[in-house]
Each structure stands twice: as C-alpha cells, then as structure tokens.
C-alpha cells in the first residue's frame, strides 16, 4: 500500500512538474515603445533636453552622457491610483557598439541601431522566450493593476565613479516611487542580470530603509548580479566562493543577512556561475554561501554556465536552468 503511494506521488510529481514547464513555454514576440530619458535637439548636441517622465535623473545630478545612453521601456503604466504591483526588470551592461540581447528583459542584439540619440524613443520588441515576455502574460501582475518597466540601457557601468552610481540609483528608486502609492501596493518585483543583478539589489535595500516600502512583499531575481568590490558595492568583499560545480569560477561574497536587516516578505532569489564577465578583468558575480541554499528570505542556486550564456542564451536547456527556475521561484513566493 505504502509502495502504491509514494509509485502514485511519484507520477503526480512528474505531471506537475510537465504542468508547469509547459506553462513556462515561449509566447509571441511583444511591442514595446523604448524611451530615451535625454536626448539631443540638434545633429550637433549642443541642445539637449531630459523627457518630463524621467526628471529624476535631472534631479538627481545624473551626468547628461549617462542620461543620454539610458533606455527605458514603460510597459504597462496604469495611474498611480491604480498601481498595486511595481515590477522593474534590467538588463546587463551594453557593450560598445549597437547593443546585445538579454535572456531577462528579451531585448534583442542590435537594438541601439537606428534608435540614436536624436531620437526620443523607438519601437522595439521583447523575446517571447523571455523573463520579461512571461511576465506581461503573468497572472501575479494583471495589466491595470501593474506598473511594468524594462530597462534596457541601466547605464549602471561597473567602471563609473560610487557618487554616480549613487545618483543614477536614487533616480531609479525615485521614479519607482513615484509610481505607486505605497499604501496601496501589493508586490515589488525587482529582476536583473549581471550589473542590472546589482542595481535591483541596490534598489530593494533602498525600497527595504523606508519605513513606507519595508514590508511590502518584495521579490527580487538576479542572474549572475555583479557589484564591483574595490566600491564595497552592496557589502561585497575581495573573499569569494569557488563555484562547487566548476572550481575555475568564483563570485565574491557579501553579507546579505547584514545588507537586508528586514526580511519579513522580502524573497531574495540569485543565480550563480561564477565565471569572469570579461578575460582578465576581475570581475565576477556575488554570493552569499558557498552551496546552494534556500533560507526562506533568500535562496541561492549555483550553475555551471558562464556569465554570457547565463544573461543571454534563450536556448531550452538553458531557459531550464535559468528563467523556469525563476518562474517557478515567483509562483512559490506569491
């Protein structure tokens, strides 16, 4: 009888675990209208101007160049009456040229292309196989009662000073705010990979020293997040933990459990490989333990993948490894 139940369980854990990778499967492609916060009034750029919506950036001291190569998508942007959900998801940092794509905001390899900085927005579209792409069709984050931005140029660069890193935060969490009501809001749910990792981590320890914001229920995911540890940038430190599945990848380590002092309905969630961002730079992800790990408040997984394909490989088997897991991880937590 008992062999019956556990042969029984066994299938129904088959079934659900089916259940919900189908439920995680690719959608369609989606339109966004991409937004620069400055741009240029003239071919010369002696005439710039920053767009009303993001006068934050402006207040804030954020330098014009960073402003300039800033890129934001409002997905859904119901009134702020309205807003019970504020979801923000963040790409890695761009590269010289035309921009590359990302598994975790769905924007695609050569999205800067034909969208310069004379130009105020552009019509882009988000990957259907995307975190992003399955968030919109998420039941969690209905669509007017959901405010819903993708960055897709942080322009939080690891190289730039700590002061301007600080700035270019408070932008962010002041343009956050201001889109809620903290009375009325529900869930944040903050995303990124590699630095976008860092700046939601950043923003939800902000979200978590305002007495307003700190026990709304708050999500965050970060892929391979990386901080910069000469900046002592969210706690990090020049120790580190060896990937257990790859020794030759390493990612430094930071104190979280000091970092966010308040846990009640806080859901850290990071993904860890571990390897070099760029050959011979230094520069690595975080962690907080070296196994894998689930503390309720945050949990840790570690895979043996590298920093590129972790942050914009869309293939199957690496979905499975890095956004189903994730999905997986907000459907537990709401």
Not at 68 to 97: C, E, K, M, W, Y
Not at 183 to 197: D, F, M, P, Q, V
């Amino acid at each position: 009888m008992k062999l019956q139940i556990i042969k029984n369980l066994f299938w129904l854990s088959i079934a659900f675990n089916s259940f919900q990778s189908q439920a995680f499967e690719p959608k369609s492609d989606f339109s966004v209208n991409l937004e620069r916060v400055r741009y240029c009034q003239n071919f010369w750029c002696l005439k710039q101007d920053t767009l009303s919506e993001y006068r934050a950036w402006e207040v804030e001291g954020v330098s014009n160049s960073r402003q300039l190569h800033t890129q934001i998508a409002r997905v859904r942007n119901p009134a702020r009456d309205n807003v019970r959900n504020l979801v923000f998801i963040a790409s890695g940092q761009q590269p010289p040229g035309n921009g590359v794509e990302s598994s975790v905001t769905g924007q695609r390899t050569g999205f800067k292309k034909d969208c310069g900085i004379l130009k105020k927005s552009c019509s882009r579209s988000i990957d259907g196989r995307s975190l992003a792409r399955q968030l919109l069709d998420s039941e969690h984050f209905p669509t007017d009662a959901t405010f819903l931005a993708i960055a897709f140029d942080t322009q939080f660069n690891q190289m730039i000073g700590s002061n301007e890193k600080s700035r270019i935060e408070r932008a962010y969490l002041s343009w956050l705010k201001s889109k809620a009501y903290a009375s009325n809001l529900e869930t944040i749910y903050l995303a990124g990979s590699s630095r976008g990792g860092c700046l939601v981590m950043r923003l939800a320890k902000a979200m978590r020293a305002d007495p307003d914001f700190r026990n709304i229920r708050t999500v965050v995911h970060s892929f391979d997040g990386v901080c910069k540890w000469t900046q002592n940038e969210l706690g990090l430190t020049s120790s580190y933990h060896r990937n257990p599945m790859n020794s030759s990848y390493l990612s430094y380590y930071t104190d979280l459990h000091t970092q966010f002092p308040y846990k009640d309905n806080l859901y850290l969630r990071q993904l860890t490989g571990g390897a070099e961002v760029i050959e011979l730079s230094g520069v690595h992800s975080f962690a907080y333990t070296a196994q894998d790990t689930d503390l309720g408040w945050y949990s840790q997984r570690w895979v043996n993948l590298d920093h590129t394909t972790i942050g914009r490989d869309m293939s199957q088997d690496v979905r499975n490894q890095t956004i189903v897991p994730f999905l997986q991880h907000l459907d537990d937590v709401l």
